[in-house]
């Protein structure tokens, strides 16, 4: 009788420690976060039609939210109904064409008299040596409203674990594709391929760049585009860096910079100032300029560079307005001409927008939730504008 009612003690404790967890889950996974602008310089209006995408880590906890200047929308571990607007804008205006599609940016292409999605082939991992693999092409003519679906069969036949459309270009009828290609071995190859849309066939398969690791050296490959961009990008910049692989921590041998110009095809080395090469933490792209960025305790480092004219501009040192605690530039962005930096303080984030050309400060505030009590990071992947 009393191991009987040790059992009944015991079943009781796991019982109610089991409880205790998933209500403490369940409260966890019900935070709502609600995120506020408080400006220390500039104007106001640079932040009325920002959107800011990010992930928030609190007490081993992670949420994605989208943050505006008068709302916060907190989307929970499992986020896989919520549409991006920009998609929902899509969705909206072409609902049919849009039907069963997915929400991989990199996979279209719109422009103001048409709009492209590009299907890369999926499961190339169980094809074998000369098996054929094809692209399935949506083209959506946006004056009638009416779409044309054809397929395009590649005349590579290399074995691929998987492969990914990194940017899609229009240039005189001709889609371009620039491609990352990775094999079983974990080499990579980048290519550009070229579609007559018109003809709706193959024109060319150019192999660009190749990323091949050693057993002592190793190389990865970094692209400095945005991931959301669907408009037409003349230049795509991307780095091959070669690293210690011997060593636990990062350590960076030399890091190599080129820029595909998408209209010429043409590859060209970009020159990086003294220092940058191992002093960048992160960098993007806007338009016609390459920026890289870099955090110290008491600055930001910015340096751009004028890829049409093939030139640096003088750099830009901005303080921090108040004292960070982490000197790391993984949180930045461009669009429309304007550079966003986020670093993080003892308590908030301060968030810092600038004109990239002139290289002047528009805005400078403190990004605060009212959760004041509890400790949380936040990672930003994404920053942009919606048109009112």
């Known amino acids: 009788m009393k191991k009987y009612w040790q059992l009944l003690v015991i079943a009781g404790i796991i019982a109610a420690t089991i409880s205790v967890h998933y209500i403490q ?25 920002l959107v800011i995408e990010a992930n ?6 992670h949420h994605s939210v989208v943050i505006k200047k008068d709302e916060t929308m907190t989307l929970g571990r499992y986020h896989y109904r919520y549409i991006p607007e920009q998609f929902q804008q899509m969705i909206d205006k072409h609902k049919n064409f849009m039907r069963g ?12 008299t048409k709009l492209i999605y590009v299907e890369e082939p999926s499961g190339t991992w169980e094809l074998s040596e000369g098996d054929p693999y094809s692209y399935h092409i949506d083209l959506l003519d946006k004056a009638n409203n009416k779409k044309v679906s054809f397929e395009v069969q590649s005349e590579m036949k290399n074995k691929l674990n998987w492969m990914s459309i990194i940017n899609i270009a229009v240039v005189n009828n001709e889609m371009k594709l620039f491609e990352r290609h990775v094999k079983n071995n974990g080499d990579e190859e980048f290519y550009v391929v070229i579609i007559d849309l018109k003809k709706q066939q193959l024109l060319s398969e150019s192999l660009i760049d190749t990323v091949t690791s050693g057993e002592n050296i190793g190389k990865s490959f970094e692209l400095y585009n945005s991931y959301y961009n669907l ?19 990062f350590n960076i041998i030399s890091r190599k910079v080129s820029v595909l110009n998408m209209e010429t095809n043409e590859v060209s080395p970009i020159q990086l100032p003294e220092g940058v090469e191992y002093e960048m933490q992160s960098a993007v792209v806007d338009n016609n ?18 890829i049409g ?20 530039s993984n949180n930045i962005g461009a669009q429309n001409g304007k550079l966003y930096v986020m670093n993080e303080t003892e308590k908030d984030n301060i968030l810092q927008i600038f004109d990239i050309e002139s290289g002047t400060t528009l805005y400078e505030g403190i990004l605060s939730t009212k959760n004041e009590n509890e400790n949380y990071h936040i990672w930003a992947s994404r920053f942009y504008e919606i048109a009112e």
């Open 56 to 61: 928030v880590e609190n007490r081993m906890m």
């Open 231 to 249: 408009a037409q990008e003349k230049y795509n910049v991307y780095a091959l860096t070669s690293y210690d692989a011997k060593k636990e921590e």
């Open 25 to 49: 889950v369940a409260s966890a996974t019900k935070q709502n976060y609600n995120f506020t602008f408080e400006n220390i310089s500039g104007d106001d209006k640079y932040i009325d039609s």
């Open 289 to 306: 300029y390459f920026i890289p960025v870099y955090i110290t305790d008491t600055d930001t480092m910015i340096y751009r560079y004028n």
């Open 101 to 112: 599609k997915g929400f991989n940016t990199n996979n279209y292409f719109e422009d103001d």
């Open 309 to 328: 004219q093939q030139r640096w501009l003088d750099p830009i040192s901005v303080p921090h307005p108040v004292a960070i605690t982490k000197p790391l």
